[in-house]
Structures are given as C-alpha cells and as structure tokens.
C-alpha cells in the first residue's frame, strides 16, 4: 500500500511560519476529503451589495453612525437619522440623501469645513459620504453623496502621462528647457498682468430675488485651505476668489509641509474617517486642503464626497493629516489640521469626490525663490 505524499509549494523549512502556504495546503486536503473544488475553500469575500446599502432601501426613520476625527488622530462616531432623498442632485442621475446629525460633538460644532467625506454606515454598511450642508442652519442637517455615486463617478485612475512625443509633452519641452531670460516661459511670465492689474474684489451683493433665498440651498461643506508662509493680507486679498471655489482660507499654524519622500503604507494608512490632507503646494510656502476619507479599498482612497476643482484627472500629493481642534463659530465651524506624513498620490477631482493611490509618489515641479535683501544678502525658498 503506498502512502499518499502532501508537499506544500513552499520549501519545508519556511512551511511553518508561512501561513499562505499552510492555507493552500489545508485547501487541497479539504478538497480530497470533501470534494470541494479547488480555490473555493476559505471565505468569499463580500459582495458590494453586502459591504455598500442599497439606494433603493434608503427611507426616512433610518439609524445609522457617522465617523470623523474631532481632536488628533482619533476616528469617533456620532448619530445620522436619514430624513429623505434629493435626487437630481449635484447632477443627472446623481442623489443626494438629506440627514440629521446628532450626538453632543455635533449639537456643539454643527457641520464643519474638514467633515466632507465623513462615511456614514447603516446596519453596519457604508451608505455614502457627508458632503453637503445648509449655511447658517440651527441644526447639523448634511447632504450625503451616496458611496454608489462615488464609485460610478471615480471607476478607474488618472489617464496616464504623457508620452515624450505627445503634444503637451512637447510643450512643457518648450516651457522649461529654454527658460532663460530670452525663454519662452520668462516671455509668458512677462506677458501677465502685474498683481496691481488683477482685479479681486469681494463680491458681496445679492440680487433681491435670491436674499429670500439665502441659506435654504444646499452646497458643498466647505474645505478648510491651510496656507503657511503667505501674509495675511494676501490671503486676504485673494479670499473672495477662493470662497468662490468652495475652500475657507485659514491661516496655517505650522511651519509649512516639509517636502519630504514617501512614508511607508500600513493598514492604518488613511482608513475611513480619519483626516486627509491633500497638497496644492508643499516646502517653505505650503497650501493645503483637508477633508476626510470616506472608503479605503486596498491602495484606493475615496475622500470629500464633493469635488475640490473638479479638473477629473489630476497629480496631487496625498497625505495624513492631524486635527488641533474643531473650532465652533456662528458663521462657519472648521476644522484645524496639520499636514503630516506623504503616502500617495491624489489621482482623480471629480463631482462626486475625489479618488487617491497610496504607495505612489507623485510627479513634481521644484521651483525656488530667492528674494534679495535691502541690506544685502538673499533669501531663499524651496518649494514644489
């Protein structure tokens, strides 16, 4: 009678600390014992349907929690009752679900710029992302950008770069290689208007007919911009613009992000409510978006539940990011943050949120400032 001989694919010595080894292993002996075809022992992974609710069962009466980061790093939950659908809403087939959100951090707070991307789960299942708000309402009602709509909108990455030969590559070629004084970046540099010449003015009239209307329309949450190493009065002066665009200036409070390589990806990397910081631009003078993560799907990072430009695809830097506090204000509640370790790259802006890669860098243009000193001497800046 000869003996029935199991060798695991893997060298023996390393047999017993490999545990995929020990799991194939074990499968194919289930498979001679019960007859269960090979590859199917071991547990399915959840459908979509079983890890994402269902629109159609969305109702009014519904309980759910939300997730988001009030103080440091710490991801804590607060109550969601779902008060109906807006459908229609940012656009064609698109939905916005409208809910109240509860809990003594938010009767404190209300919604605040940093909370877009928020998930919200109901029986355990992610519904969708906190991305919209009434400005100036006595209650934390929140449009949510359901998770279905974010993943139909962020399918795939960012079309590739572009080839050597391609027209836009030719024409960086034609920026950046010739960019001395006779250059045809320093020509399109000296064709600007000077900063005197720009008019940025506050914008603060309102036809009659919409001052009824104020504060009954549902937009975007904004997000808090942190800016390190620009005067207040810049910031100031180019505020108007920017509340346009749906950011809120806030005057950064570190020293600026360092411009640093990238950080190692662990499972802890930017899971769903914690905060996120994306880079507009990093070194001595930074500029910095914050918001939330709503899903991470392996090396997939789904945030804001709103667009930041709306440019489709893009190459951010993308970063963890801490919060200070969560500071309560009549007008407009926002969140504090500081930028910290890069772990990826922001590769789609689209109306339905924003998609990001962890594990990969992303391209880009160091530039530096030197600044001559009235009594002699230069300053010097670095910054991508």
Known sequence: ??????????PLPRFLPQYGCMRQAASFVLTLILGIPWGLAGTPAQSASERFFPMDQVRPGLHGIGKTVFEGDKVEEFGVEILGVLPGRPGPKQSVIIARLMG???????????M???????????LGAIAYA?????????????????????????????????GMARMNAALFENAGDGGLWSRLLRSLPSFEEIPIEPDTRMPASLRPFFGQQLVPIATPLSIVGIS?????????????????PVVGISAGAAITPLAPVTAE????????????????????????????????VYAFGHRLFNLGGVEMPLSEASTIAIVPS????????????????LRQDRSAGVLGVLGEPPRMIPLTIQQKKSRGGTNTYRVE
């Open 104 to 114: 003594p951090r938010m009767e404190r707070t209300r919604i605040f710029a940093g």
């Open 330 to 345: 009549v007008m407009n509640s926002f969140k504090l943050g500081v930028t910290e370790k890069l772990v990826g790259t």
């Open 116 to 126: 877009s991307g928020s998930p919200v789960y109901i029986d355990g299942r992610l």
């Open 134 to 166: 009434f400005p100036f309402a006595t209650e934390p009602i929140a449009g949510i950008t359901p998770i279905w709509d974010m993943l139909e909108s962020l399918q795939g990455n960012a079309p590739s770069p572009p080839s050597p030969s391609s």
């Open 232 to 248: 207040p009065e810049a910031i100031e002066r180019f505020s108007p613009e920017l509340q346009k665009l749906g950011f809120f």
């Open 1 to 10: 009678m000869k003996a029935l001989i199991i060798r695991p694919s893997c």
């Open 269 to 300: 990397t930017l899971t769903p409510g914690k905060s996120v910081s994306v880079q507009l631009m990093r070194g001595d003078l930074s500029i910095e978006a914050i918001g939330t993560v709503t899903l991470r799907e392996d090396k997939k």
